[in-house]
Each structure stands twice: as C-alpha cells, then as structure tokens.
Nanobody, 121 residues
Framework: VQLQASGGGLVQDGGSLRLSCKAS????????IGWFRQAPGKAREEVSC????????YYGDSVKGRFTVSRDNAKNTVYLQMNNLKPEDTAVYYC???????????????WGQGAQVTVSS
C-alpha cells in the first residue's frame, strides 16, 4: 500500500499548482482523502479532505476559496487544485487515506510522501 503526492514546485505569488495523490495497492474510491501541509518550524495543518464519494469536502480557513479538492476514482487519484498561492502556503504537502465512509476522518490509515510547494514573493 502506497500513497504518493506529486505536482509540487516553485511558483510565484498568485500562481497556481495542482497536486496529485495517487495510490497503489488499494483503491482510493473506498477512502476519504486528506491533504496536510507542514512548514518548517510549524505544526502540521490539515488543509482539506474529501469523502470517499466525493460529495463532501472540508477546507481549512487559510485555504478556503483558493484550494479545491477533487477525485478521479477511475485513475485512483485525488487532486488538490491550489490557486492564488501565497508565500505562506509554502510547505511540504502530504496526502493521507482513511479507508471507509467516515467523514470527516478522525485519523488516517495511510500517509504518503510529501511534495514540496514553494511560493516566492
């Protein structure tokens, strides 16, 4: 079982990036997926999560209105579209999976390796 976040990079203030979370070894369609980030010296922050069906989503206050989570179960992938990025969004972004229909999850079963997002001012 493996999760891999990808799509990070360096972008200017106001730019956009789309992160992907791809699973191997299990089907994401049976899992709620959370997106987290951690900046140096700061606590991990949950920025978004989406239910297994895709019809429920949560966004942290700091990203609400700028980030959108979606999922393509046929591709076994969940996306995080990040628009109007700000320097304070700079962090390593992780995806995590909670198997089942519980939403929002109180814990996650699997965690992926992170993707670095750097926003320059």
């Amino acid at each position: 079982v493996q999760l891999q976040a990808s799509g990070g990079g360096l972008v200017q203030d106001g730019g956009s990036l789309r992160l992907s979370c791809k699973a191997s070894g299990f089907r994401l369609e049976f899992s709620a997926i959370g997106w987290f980030r951690q900046a140096p010296g700061k606590a991990r922050e949950e920025v978004s999560c989406v239910s297994s069906s895709g019809n429920m989503a949560y966004y942290g206050d700091s990203v609400k209105g700028r980030f959108t989570v979606s999922r393509d179960n046929a591709k076994n992938t969940v996306y995080l579209q990040m628009n109007n990025l700000k320097p304070e969004d700079t962090a390593v972004y992780y995806c995590a999976a909670r198997i089942g229909r519980t939403f929002p999850p109180s814990y996650y079963d699997y965690w992926g390796q992170g993707a670095q997002v750097t926003v320059s001012s």
